[in-house]
């Protein structure tokens, strides 16, 4: 399994941006798709964004469309999710995950194999 560890969360206000890093070790990286979750309080984990392993394939929540963006660099191993006009709903953890299969795209909850410790993001509006 990879290991993850997000970085990047913090406090902003509605409107900003903030971006996200995820590194990942453990094993080739390349191969297996990754994503975003996040978890507000009293809710349940929820999608935010995934790439494929190459990167030529993403998908996004509904709720983020046209305001995030998630790519990744292979060569140094890294993830990012660039989170752009945030309003005061996109707060909460957010949590790095990497597919349990490689050369899948796509990442549904039930195929995570890793999740980093999350990072916090908060928005005030």
């Known amino acids: 399994q990879a290991q993850l560890v997000e970085s990047g969360g913090g406090l902003v206000q509605a409107g900003e941006s903030l971006t996200l890093s995820c590194e990942a070790s453990?094993?080739?990286?390349?191969?297996?798709?990754m994503g975003w979750f996040r978890q507000a309080p009293g809710k349940e984990r929820e999608f935010v964004a995934s790439?494929?392993?190459?990167?030529?394939?993403?998908s996004y929540a509904d709720s983020v469309k046209g305001r995030y963006t998630i790519s990744r660099d292979n060569g140094k191993q890294m993830m990012y999710l660039q989170m752009n006009s945030l309003k005061s709903e996109d707060g909460g953890i957010y949590y790095c995950a990497a597919d349990s299969s490689p050369f899948k795209t796509g990442l549904p909850l039930q195929r995570v194999g890793s999740w980093g410790q999350g990072t916090q993001v908060t928005v005030s509006s």
């Open positions: 790439i494929s392993g190459s990167g030529g394939t993403t």
């Open positions: 453990g094993r080739t990286f390349s191969r297996y798709a």
